[in-house]
């Protein structure tokens, strides 16, 4: 099985060191390695002469903002040419633990879209993380099924699927039909992707033994930064689905006074 990872990156240059550097020492290696770079050249010199070789899909901003899905899109149709058969997509803040694609090449069936653990990591000690203790610095995201190395939990609920890391063969891929290109900006793409695959029968599965480490960086929670994004993309995500998503930061928001709720139209605005 022809294994392809994807990563998609603006910034973030120390993160995508680490991440390839995790790749490097991967016990399965990735057979393609595709970084989908937004409004970001330096990438394809930053990565360049180091493994595993990265191959640079280089797209730019729209009106400002990441075409988060249509990158994720780009770097699938890369993978795909060049003969993948399982697409392994990670965050570009995650390095993959060394059984993370063995776990997911296991595992690989069609009809199935697969999600291994994530943990989040302390910000890193002076010299940087220890790519070989990763493990013990965090236990995977309670918020998230923990299965055992080797289980597998079938039947997942698809409304907690991330994006962070997760793997589906080519043929599902094209089942699902890929990310939605109107959302652009930070949420609800991978919510709608989510949506998508259960909507076209596409079953989801929980991966013992396929870690990922998020590593860590300043944030904000509610994610204020984010917030025009956030509406736009829930409203888009309201009127293909019926509901809104992202509600617990919808609410968060609300108490902030910084949106409002207007019953009657089922919508929520700027305050």
């Known amino acids: 099985m022809r294994t392809a990872v994807i990563s998609l990156a603006s910034g973030r240059h ?68 060049a003969g993948a058969d ?9 390095i993959p633990g060394p059984t993370l694609l063995g776990g997911y090449t296991r595992a690989a069936q069609d009809g199935v879209l697969l999600c291994g653990t994530v943990a989040y990591l302390p910000p890193p000690p002076p010299g940087g993380y220890d790519l070989d203790g990763l493990a013990r610095l965090a236990p995977p995201h309670p918020a998230r099924p923990v299965p055992a190395e080797g289980e597998i939990l079938r039947g997942g609920d698809h409304r907690l699927f991330w994006s962070l890391s997760f793997a589906l063969t080519a043929d599902t891929w094209k089942r699902i039909g890929g990310f939605h290109e109107r959302y652009t900006g930070y949420g609800g793409e991978d919510t709608d992707f989510a949506a998508t695959a259960a909507h076209r029968g596409v079953d989801l599965w929980w991966v013992g033994g396929a870690p ?11 994610p204020v930064q984010h917030i025009d994004d956030i509406l736009r993309n829930g409203a888009l995500y309201k009127e293909r689905w019926g ?25 929520w605005r700027r305050r």
């Open 14 to 81: 120390p993160h995508l060191l680490r991440q390839q550097d995790g790749l490097a020492r991967s016990a399965r290696a990735p057979d393609h390695y595709v970084i989908a770079a937004i409004g970001d050249p330096g990438i394809q010199t930053l990565t360049a002469g180091r493994q595993p070789s990265a191959d640079v899909v280089a797209l730019d901003l729209n009106d400002g903002r990441l075409p988060l899905a249509a990158a994720r899109n780009a770097g699938a149709a890369r993978a795909l040419a």
């Open 86 to 94: 399982l697409l392994v997509f990670l965050d570009v803040d995650c």
């Open 212 to 222: 990922a480490y998020h590593q860590h960086h300043p944030t904000e929670q509610p």
């Open 243 to 267: 509901s809104w998503p992202m509600q617990g930061w919808l609410r968060a928001f609300e108490a902030r006074g910084l949106v409002q709720y207007v019953p009657a139209t089922d919508s």
